[in-house]
């Protein structure tokens, strides 16, 4: 599979939720598989918080292969060798496409602070955008978890003849105050921290030495990503032997592995691009420009698959459920898959084998 | 109910569990009721992270009454007609216990960060060397909830011949790692924040802007003291109406309920402090010191009284189930109690009406 990012760039303006409009924008994006004859074997795959377009492959000289590699490939559960998948980086991402420190034109200085307020309505908006660039006018599925299932259900029912399948997976119908609350550690970490300076820091600035006040925001949301019992099975209460030390002195396991991986995670990930796509994330609300719930529900005509994670502390199985038996009154097409995991939100990067089946299964019955 | 905070002086030295001594101390501590004339009447109040020795009663001046008034009180659940209730500020705290920011004797310097490692362990040796000052060798009750619960199973395990009576609400057997990581954000929040200058701060630096550090901690703090469900009951969606501003632009009540409670509590804690209570509370582990948590909890004497929170997600119900069912397969005297609620951890300072009862029992099961 030949890996390459490519770059699309618009001219025309994308209408936001927020009144505003972005102009011009640009949405990096991988693609994995051949597009078939008549454009019918698309897949849209949509990325979480911290994730971007790399969904699957291994570009030369890495050591991690993208975030879903697992799932899509050829003979895996999305078969690139029957499907086209094409997976983009959101806008208001640090990975390529147009966020909070692109150049403002015409301008050459960056946005900051002034770019405007994004929604996954805005999100979902722009990739559809893409697709059109591309000459894709139907898709046959749209998967995502986390923030990438927000995507796809927002697609589901903001356009609802696009996909002919919706998969989403680890997400809700509306963002929860408990998970606005955990978000609300990295905004405040990140705003008051003085390197941060109310984002007037350079283009780069963190690479050496990532923001403070990222890795802290993101001690929270590893909180909420993993679980109870997956913290018990894989930490314990041990304690970092090799700091050669009596308990009382020493550091736990569970301590190491969060200053590791958000000390890695503030050198690489923008502050602002967090700020803004976590705001995305609170504002989610799949009712928001409708007059209920409801009335969004109704709209969806895609072919439904909800799968939820038995231990998920950040979207709880209960608020994705609560869709299926929404749309099963309303005798729509849906299926709703509570898998038995002890690894909170994170299983649905981690434990594959738990769910893959169900994704192919529902793209072979769409045949 | 006559008000004082008193000091106890300690000129002898406290042997701690890390090996090293602090002396001299002090502990600050109310007192409600009259002690009988065999001072067989005593109940000690232990409080949590962020209490104090102010369980009862309401200061003049002050607009809210100590952390425990509705339970603590003449004819209340702990009669103070009755008993002589004992509350004490643990040694570690900035309430007028000796603690971090204390002189380091003979020197009139803080010790800062040359304070000792505390253990729970450690308070209660020193709270029980308070009530041998004053001629108290034996309890009728010791009464706590969060980290005073696990100073009450403490006690339990480590004098099993000094309260007739253990009653432990919301609390554990030993910290587990989804806890500690809790507390992780507030430990690396203090220690990055550059106001809090490695602990050599001012003492009182953080009265008029408290530091940040400690608020953004104290988010994560509050998020482990709630629940999903309360949030929802509380907060649900709701933004902030008189910001006067479209959901995107403004801020949700979760948001701000945060904001507001965390940005006060730093201006009244010390955070050197919050990093020495909240490691006491990491390494709290009723095991450490016996050979295995059977060994620990064979030797309770006490008639136990066990309260959990249906949604406590900071110490799981199951936790405290776990101390039960080893005391009744050992045949020691053992009461469970899992108290319906939605208030999540905090349902032991709010939901009083639902256990009080419990409590009160207890107490005249042993007249």
Redesign the interface.
Known sequence: MKLETKIEYFTTPLYL??GRILEPYQIAYETYGELNHDASNVILVCHALSGSHHAAGLYEGDRKAGWWDELIGDGKAIDTQKYCVISTNVIGSCFGSTGPMSSNYPSDKPYRLKFP?L?IKDMIKAQKQLLSNLGIYHVKAIVGGSMGGMQALQFAVDYPNFAEQIISLAATY?????T???N??A???IR?D?RFDNGQYEKDAFIEEGL?GL??GR??G??SY???ES??D????NYVNNDGL????GR????RY??YNTSNFSKLFDPMSYLYIVKAI??F?LS?GYDSLYDAIIRIKAKMTLISFSSDYLF?PKEMEHIHYMMQRNEQNSKYFEIDSNYGHDAFLVELDKFDYIIKQALEESN
């Open positions: 939720e927020s307020v929604t509306a963002t929860q105050p408990w606005i609350a955990f609300k550690v905004m405040e970490a008051r003085p403070d890795a802290i001690i929270a590893h909180i993993l679980s109870p913290m018990n894989k930490f314990g209460r009596f308990e009382l002195f736990y396991e569970v301590e969060m200053e609170n504002t609300n928001r709880f």
